[in-house]
T-cell receptor
Framework: RKEVEQDPGPFNVPEGATVAFNCTYS??????FFWYRQDCRKEPKLLMS???SGNEDGRFTAQLNRASQYISLLIRDSKLSDSATYLC???????????FGKGTKLSVKP | GAVVSQHPSRVICKSGTSVKIECRSLDFQATTMFWYRQFPKQSLMLMAT?????????EQGVEKDKFLINHASLTLSTLTVTSAHPEDSSFYIC???????????FGPGTRLTVT
């Protein structure tokens, strides 16, 4: 079983739609949690950190459930520019190593 | 924000040759640098972690004699793929972090093709 598992996707949605991504992680010692976005053939970029209390950044809302080892990302009012692959990431260990999920591809259509 | 560069951005080499990839932190001192590899439609996989002035720590399954990592200064780390084979063709990405466990800043990646 992979340490970080995500919805396989792809998600094809119209502009303005609300879309939700789910992620589970297997290592209960995971310390920090993030969502990254990766555009085709580019490096990943940090979208937001995820906190137990839940956090929001504009149209993006992230939730963490440590008991269920579950992370989610909600995107409201999707824009064409949101099209990308969304990576669920956890950190662990003394060096804070990042463990990446395989990613879920989102395609927002006009 | 912090900037990390990689060079070259893409490289094509013949099987059996060695390739060196550079990763530089341009506006901060990178105490720790990380090297990742990403095959098409796969997740980024951590290859190794290096602290300035120390030997790199390799992840399980990554051959340290094949992937040589040097982190000789606080702004530069290099990854050398020795005796490259076609199966080493991949997207290699570095990231850098300052002191502590703050955010990792990613370089733009190097696309390696071994023919």
């Amino acid at each position: 079983r992979k340490e970080v598992e995500q919805d396989p996707g792809p998600f094809n949605v119209p502009e303005g739609a609300t879309v939700a991504f789910n992620c589970t992680y297997s290592n209960s010692a995971s310390q920090s949690f993030f969502w990254y976005r990766q555009d085709c053939r580019k490096e990943p970029k940090l979208l937001m950190s995820v906190y137990s209390s839940g956090n929001e950044d504009g149209r993006f809302t992230a939730q963490l459930n440590r008991a269920s080892q579950y992370i989610s990302l909600l995107i409201r009012d999707s824009k064409l520019s949101d099209s990308a692959t969304y990576l669920c990431v956890v950190s662990r260990g003394s060096q804070g190593n990042l463990i990446f999920g395989k990613g879920t591809k989102l395609s927002v259509k006009p | 924000g912090a900037v990390v560069s990689q060079h070259p951005s893409r490289v094509i080499c013949k099987s059996g040759t060695s390739v060196k990839i550079e990763c530089r932190s341009l506006d901060f001192q990178a105490t720790t640098m990380f090297w990742y590899r990403q095959f098409p439609k796969q997740s980024l996989m951590l290859m190794a972690t290096s602290n300035e002035g120390s030997k790199a720590t390799y992840e399980q399954g990554v051959e340290k004699d094949k992937f040589l990592i040097n982190h000789a200064s606080l702004t530069l780390s290099t990854l050398t793929v020795t005796s490259a084979h076609p199966e080493d063709s991949s997207f290699y990405i570095c990231s850098a972090r300052g002191p502590g466990l703050g955010e990792q800043y990613f370089g733009p990646g190097t696309r390696l093709t071994v023919t």
